[in-house]
């Protein structure tokens, strides 16, 4: 079991940035398939972005072109880098880990997850 510990998150006036981090235990974190995943108050939990063992990255449409994921596998951590936040990217942000290999949809799907972290709020006034 990995653990996945996030942290980053805060209130942020729209049009600003934010950059979140997972930290995670395990060896072989290098080998993992990493996403983040956020869930607005009273809506499902929807996929943001991923990241595979190879750096392909996958996005939601809702995103693309505003977030970045990256990882450093020297120090465990995932990030997700945010900038032109919009009020409608309020959610309670999670990271989640997946040991085998993945792409294109599947990667998208919170199901297809191992592990997951316990999440970092992010508040986007208008």
């Known amino acids: 079991q990995v653990q996945l510990v996030e942290s980053g998150g805060g209130l942020v006036q729209a049009g600003g940035s934010l950059r979140l981090s997972c930290a995670a235990s395990?060896?072989?974190?290098?080998?993992?398939?990493m996403g983040w995943f956020r869930q607005a108050p009273g809506k499902e939990r929807d996929f943001v972005a991923a990241?595979?063992?190879?750096?392909?990255?996958y996005y939601a449409d809702s995103v693309k072109g505003r977030f970045t994921i990256s990882r450093d596998n020297a120090k465990n951590t995932v990030y997700l880098e945010m900038n032109s936040l919009k009020p409608e990217d309020t959610a309670d942000y999670y990271c989640?880990?997946?040991?085998?290999?993945?792409?294109?949809?599947?990667?998208?799907?919170?199901?297809?997850?191992?592990?997951w972290g316990q999440g970092t709020q992010v508040t986007v006034s208008s």
């Open positions: 989640a880990s997946r040991s085998r290999f993945c792409s294109g949809v599947r990667c998208q799907r919170g199901g297809e997850y191992d592990d």
């Open positions: 395990g060896r072989t974190f290098s080998s993992y398939i």
């Open positions: 990241i595979t063992r190879s750096g392909t990255t």
